[in-house]
């Protein structure tokens, strides 16, 4: 029968479906085991106001600390997460511990900013994610102001009726709200002058062609104005270097965020930032 079957190839082809298949699976099971033995974490990345050179937000991003593989990334298990329906739970447990650890903070007297947390497009469309953060603010006694959720355009624009409308309702509870990765997805100009968001994350990939590439850097000069002439915050994520800072700068981008002034750190790293009231130097500017 196998002889057979390896002859005409058919074997074969089952055999590595099954063993993509058991790759997965054993991902999933991972990820389960990881939420009951509490093994996920977060990392926070300052965001700095290029006005004051301060920390004015922190975006959480989240990390498995598996005990078999170390410490792995976001985008290692958020698409198979998102797949299974594991993502509804793991996208509360962000919540929760961003909250927790806002409250913490809040506890201890330190000076503390919003988080900003990434919302998944299968989570978005649950319809329990506005009880589950209002059941999470409350448990934990945060101001919703002090909550950001980061949309993706992609998400918000499979089905643009319902997100709008789920949108407003969670604006309603008092969070912020961002377009993340904006300019990847396929804007839809005339939705997003319809969403409630407050700001626009510009993404990685035009920061980076930003100091020699005149194209990225006219998408971004166009994302800054479009922004602005909407009443909406621009930060710019992935900002590595000097150069790119002062072209954002120039052009009036509110924000930025990256590796020049902080990669994501720890809690410990982060505790000690608001602690000792680091700021970035705005000297470079002058
Ligand atoms: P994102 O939301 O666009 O996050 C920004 C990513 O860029 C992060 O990667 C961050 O570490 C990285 N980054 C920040 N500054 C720099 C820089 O200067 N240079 C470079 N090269 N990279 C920089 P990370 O942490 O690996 O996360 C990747 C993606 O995973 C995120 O992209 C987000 O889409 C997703 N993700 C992370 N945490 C969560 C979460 O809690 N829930 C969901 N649904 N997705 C998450
Ligand atoms: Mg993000
Ligand atoms: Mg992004
Ligand atoms: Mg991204």
């Not at 074969?12 to 990820?31: K, N, W």
Request: hydrophobic content about 45%; overall charge negative.
């Amino acid at each position: 029968r196998a002889k057979e079957a390896g002859r005409n190839g058919f074997q074969f082809f089952t055999q590595e479906m099954q063993s993509r298949l058991d790759a997965r699976v054993t991902l999933e099971r991972g990820l389960l085991r990881a939420l009951e033995r509490d093994e996920f974490v977060l990392h926070y990345q300052p965001q700095v106001d290029l006005a004051s050179g301060r920390i004015v937000g922190l975006e959480a991003l989240l990390r498995w600390q598996s005990p078999e593989l170390g410490l792995v990334p976001p985008m290692q298990f958020i698409p198979v997460a998102e797949e299974s329906n594991l993502i509804t739970a793991i996208g509360t447990w962000v919540l929760d511990k961003a909250c927790a650890t806002l409250r913490a903070w809040r506890d201890a007297g330190l000076p503390v900013v919003p988080v900003a947390v990434n919302v998944a497009a299968s989570q978005f469309a649950h319809q329990d994610l506005e009880a589950t953060l209002r059941g999470v603010l409350e448990k934990h006694g945060v101001d919703p102001a002090l909550i950001e959720f980061e949309l993706t355009e992609s998400l918000s624009m499979e089905d643009p009726e319902a997100s709008i409308a789920m949108m407003h309702r969670l604006k309603a509870i008092g969070i912020a709200m961002a377009i993340d990765d904006f300019g990847t997805g396929y804007s839809n100009l005339s939705y997003l002058k319809r969403f409630p968001v407050d700001k626009l994350k510009i993404d990685q990939s035009f920061t980076r062609g930003l100091v020699n590439d005149a194209e990225d850097r006219s998408i971004v000069t166009a994302v800054i104005r479009l922004a602005h002439s909407l009443g909406l915050r621009t930060i710019a994520e992935g900002v590595e270097t000097e150069g790119q800072l002062r072209l954002l700068a120039a052009q009036g981008c509110d924000e930025i965020q990256g590796y020049y002034f902080s990669r994501p750190l720890p809690e410990a790293g982060i505790v000690a930032m608001l602690r000792d009231g680091v700021t970035m130097t705005l000297d470079v500017l002058r």
